[in-house]
């Protein structure tokens, strides 16, 4: 099992920068792909960005690519999203999730196949 801790949220203006962060406790987090997802308010949760075990695979949402980056310090047990180039609907939710499985074995961005979740942290971005 895993627990996951979200944090670095906030309120930023459009352009600006944040970087979230997602620290977990339980063991051999090494062998656990990790994701990020986002909910706006009245939708659904979508997928952000995945990395595999040693943060040599990474995947990114469209929407994203290019501005936010995935990856993880394995020694420190915690996973980074950093968000530049803010835009206003990027305003959500942002969520950690954990799967103990390896990437080439799973589709990273379908939410079914994490098993692990942290409770959120908001990221708003003004206009």
């Known amino acids: 099992q895993v627990q996951l801790v979200e944090s670095g949220g906030g309120l930023v203006q459009g352009g600006g920068s944040l970087r979230l962060s997602c620290a977990a406790s339980?063991?051999?987090?090494?062998?656990?792909?990790m994701g990020w997802f986002r909910q706006a308010p009245g939708k659904e949760r979508e997928f952000v960005a995945a990395?595999?075990?040693?943060?040599?695979?990474?995947y990114d949402a469209d929407s994203v690519k290019g501005r936010f980056t995935i990856s993880r310090d394995n020694a420190k047990n915690t996973v980074y999203l950093q968000m530049n180039s803010l835009k206003p609907e990027d305003t959500a939710v942002y969520y950690c999730?954990?799967?103990?499985?390896?990437?080439?074995?799973?589709?990273?961005?379908?939410?079914?196949?994490?098993?692990?979740w942290g409770q959120g942290t908001q990221v708003t971005v003004s206009s």
């Open positions: 990395i595999s075990w040693s943060g040599g695979y990474t």
């Open positions: 999730a954990a799967a103990a499985r390896d990437i080439a074995a799973m589709t990273p961005f379908y939410r079914d196949q994490y098993a692990y």
């Open positions: 339980g063991r051999s987090f090494s062998r656990y792909t």
